[in-house]
Every structure is written in structure tokens, then in C-alpha cells.
């Protein structure tokens, strides 16, 4: 079952930041937080991940709280494309991957 | 570099026939993951599979489904006497092989979208 908490809906206008929470209060210390969207009918895009550093990338930003409990994904600029259900997930690093997605907040942006 | 191709893209079965959904990963990925996604649902893991090996099938029903990923050709979820609740996406993922330590990402295919009559 999903370790995660994120809000099951949001709103965002046009060219402003998104920013999506998720709480992953019971995250350990060789877990992962990634973060994945899913365009309407369409498969998981892979969107950023990270440990404890904050990363960015060509999508987006992800801030990571000092204590880890917590992430923050950011949009910087969205756009009506980005409308998706956005996933939270985390997972120990190494291994396979058995990902787990819950609920997802579902990102509406508005023109 | 070609991604994950899913085959077909949309499938109808009547209750009680099989259905065969069929997954190629990315080329030099050896690892496949199946999910299901129900209406207004989260993906759940189906089945994880090496080349040849069923690695984990702890999300794949008892009864009906099985997968395998031979050594040449896609990878096969069957799906034997289909009925109504099968009804769902399907979607595959692939990740290349020979991870250690440190952090991969899935690459998913667009999905196989099953109805059943």
C-alpha cells in the first residue's frame, strides 16, 4: 500500500508555479521519493526524484524537507499540458522496483 | 531508442474468452513490470519478470492470469475466461538491467485498454 499522502485535487492558472505536496511521514533512510504523472488514458511519465537533496531538472523542482518527511513538487511555469494526476511515491533504493501509486493528486491547470 | 510498445492498444473480449496483452520493453531493458488500472483507480502492481523468470507475482489474481517474458519476443500477460471485472487498463513498464545501489526510474508503455462484453 502507498506510503504517501497527497491532497486528491488541485487547481493551478495558466504560466504560474504549481506546487504539489505529499507527505511521507514514515519515509527511511534508504528511500526514494519520486514523483510520476499520468496524462489522462495515457501511460506514467517519470517526472524527478531524489534522496535528500533538492533536484532539478528540465520538468521540474523537488524539495525535499530537512527531515524528510515531506516533499514538494514544483512546476515552475504551468501549462495546459500539464494537467495530470501526479503520484507520489517512495522506494528503497537498489532492488527491483514493485512501485506502488495511490490516489495521486489530480493537477488542473486553467487557462 | 523506440519505448515500450504495447499491443493492441484497445482489446474486446466477450465473458469466458482469453485475452493476450503483449509488452516489448525499451531495447536493452531486461526487466518488465505489469500493472492494472481500474476506473478512477491507482495502478497496482501486477507481476515483475526478468528475462525468463517471474521474479514477483505477489499483485497477479490466483486464478486466470498468468505472465511470462521468453528469452526471445515481448513479454505476455493471458488473461484466460475473462470477465466483466477484468475489465481495466493495462499498463507495462521497463527498467534496464544491472541496477545496484542508487535510484532508477521506470519507463511505461501506453497501455491496453480491455473491455469486456
Known amino acids: 500500500d502507498a506510503k504517501t499522502t497527497q491532497p486528491t485535487s488541485m487547481d493551478c492558472a495558466e504560466g504560474r508555479a504549481a506546487n504539489l505536496p505529499c507527505n511521507h511521514s514514515t519515509i527511511s533512510g534508504n528511500e526514494y521519493v519520486y514523483w510520476y504523472r499520468q496524462i489522462h488514458s495515457q501511460g506514467p511519465q517519470y517526472i524527478i526524484h531524489?534522496?535528500?537533496n533538492n533536484e532539478t531538472n528540465e520538468m521540474a523542482s523537488l524539495i525535499i524537507t530537512e527531515d524528510r518527511k515531506s516533499s514538494t513538487l514544483i512546476l515552475p511555469h504551468a501549462t495546459l499540458r500539464d494537467t495530470a494526476v501526479y503520484y507520489c511515491?517512495?522506494?528503497?533504493?537498489?532492488?527491483?522496483?514493485?512501485?506502488?501509486f495511490g490516489i495521486g493528486t489530480k493537477l488542473q491547470v486553467i487557462p | 531508442n523506440a519505448g515500450v510498445m504495447q499491443n493492441p492498444r484497445h482489446l474486446v473480449r466477450r465473458r469466458g474468452q482469453e485475452a493476450r496483452l503483449r509488452c516489448s520493453p525499451m531495447?536493452?531493458?531486461?526487466?518488465v513490470y505489469w500493472y492494472r488500472q481500474l476506473p478512477e483507480e491507482g495502478l497496482k502492481f501486477m507481476v515483475y519478470?526478468?528475462?525468463?523468470?517471474?521474479?514477483?507475482e505477489s499483485g497477479m489474481p490466483k486464478e486466470r492470469f498468468s505472465a511470462e517474458f521468453p528469452k526471445e519476443g515481448p513479454s505476455i500477460l493471458r488473461i484466460q475466461q475473462v470477465v466483466r471485472g477484468d475489465s481495466a487498463a493495462y499498463f507495462c513498464a521497463s527498467s534496464p538491467p544491472g541496477q545496484g545501489v542508487g535510484s532508477y526510474e521506470q519507463y511505461f508503455g501506453p497501455g491496453t485498454r480491455l473491455t469486456v462484453t
Open positions: 531495447k536493452g531493458h531486461s526487466h
Open positions: 519478470l526478468q528475462k525468463e523468470n517471474i521474479i514477483d
Open positions: 531524489g534522496l535528500k
Open positions: 511515491i517512495v522506494r528503497p533504493s537498489g532492488g527491483y522496483q514493485k512501485v506502488t
